[in-house]
């Protein structure tokens, strides 16, 4: 795997792209807020007095220097370098060492990031490209309904690194051809010969009927689908009877990767969210150890390049075919 294509990437695709930050209940009171590095760019997302979001650059006007640090709640942040201070909107209210009169302070607020908000899930894109990821979200919404995240509640996260380069994790992910082969407990929860993938502008959906009897998921009389959406490039969305799973995708380098799972459920009943998670962990070492796997592989000298099945690897041929437009004309 190359670095030098690794660098391309996070210029023309995660630097232009719509990354998944957090849902709206993990910023509940006003000064509430959470920090996180999105392609190399410090960022935080806050709510203010009123309870309005804001996102901003995480990084103070003065020298540069990153303002806050993990999660919490602020009644203004203030840099730990030299003390200026920003009110929950930005605005630079203190400059320790300045004269306000002196200086022009509204030039010196916070930077602001896009974000836009979809049943409780906070989205943020760092450059203004034309992608509008409402169009997205409004196709997803309308293929998943009535099912509404909004009434859904943020559970915990479970992150794993993975020595696999970020793509190949991907591409695992965006075909169920592997299944009863490398996860024969996820097998035998679905409709095997119910499994169908299909491709959109910017985005792909696999989807499939599940076994009531033998699922893990709540049990319900309707809706007893999964749905498994990818928003391209590196945010997937696995839907269950009353859970909602989101994986972020983050490259560290060409040949590892951090996958971060949020769960959010319909209800907080610990028995059943429990037996939904251990069973999430099953299935993702099967993907771990598949994909690491995969990446040895393709590092050896037997290996030149593969073929995809149009009937079973549409997902995949549709996600490389975006990867090769965005890193041949940004």
Not at 101 to 128: C, G, R, T
Not at 238 to 247: E, F, S, V, Y
Not at 276 to 300: T, V, Y
Request: hydrophobic share 35%; net charge neutral.
């Amino acid at each position: 795997m190359d670095e030098q294509i690794l660098k391309i990437e996070k210029r023309n695709i995660f630097s232009k792209s719509w990354h998944l930050f957090c849902s709206t209940d993990q910023i509940s009171n006003p000064g509430d807020y959470k920090t996180m590095m999105i392609n190399n760019q410090p960022v935080i997302i806050i709510k203010d007095k009123n309870s309005s979001i804001n996102a901003f650059y995480n990084v103070c006007q003065h020298r540069g220097c990153v303002l806050l640090d993990d999660d919490g709640n602020a009644k203004s942040l203030i840099c730990g370098y030299h003390g200026w201070a920003y009110d929950l909107n930005g605005n630079l209210k203190a400059t320790r060492g300045f004269d306000k009169q002196k200086i022009e302070i509204e030039n010196f607020s916070l930077k602001p990031v896009e974000h836009h908000v979809w049943m409780n899930l906070i989205f943020v894109k760092l450059q203004n490209e034309h992608h509008d990821i409402k169009k997205t979200l409004a196709k997803i919404e309308k293929i998943i309904s009535p099912i509404r995240f909004d009434q859904y509640s943020y559970h915990s996260r479970v992150s794993y690194k993975i020595n696999c380069n970020w793509k190949i994790y991907m591409d695992n992910y965006l075909e169920g051809f592997h299944i009863p082969l490398v996860h024969p407990k996820l097998n035998d929860a679905i409709n095997y010969k119910s499994y169908k993938t299909e491709t959109f502008k910017n985005f792909s959906l696999q989807w499939c009927h599940i076994k009531s009897q033998s699922s893990p998921y709540k049990k319900s009389s309707s809706n007893q689908k999964a749905f498994y959406f990818t928003l391209f490039p590196n945010i997937l969305l696995n839907i269950a009877p009353g859970r909602l799973q989101t994986n972020i995708i983050e490259p560290i380098n060409a040949s590892s990767c951090n996958v971060h799972f949020d769960y959010y459920f319909d209800h907080i009943e610990p028995n059943r969210i429990s037996k939904d998670i251990n069973f999430s962990e099953e299935i993702q070492n099967e993907d771990i150890d598949i994909c690491e796997r995969i990446q040895a592989g393709l590092e050896s000298n037997g290996f030149d390049s593969g073929i995809l099945s149009k009937e079973y690897e549409i997902g995949v041929s549709h996600f490389q075919d975006y990867i090769e437009n965005k890193i041949n004309n940004g």
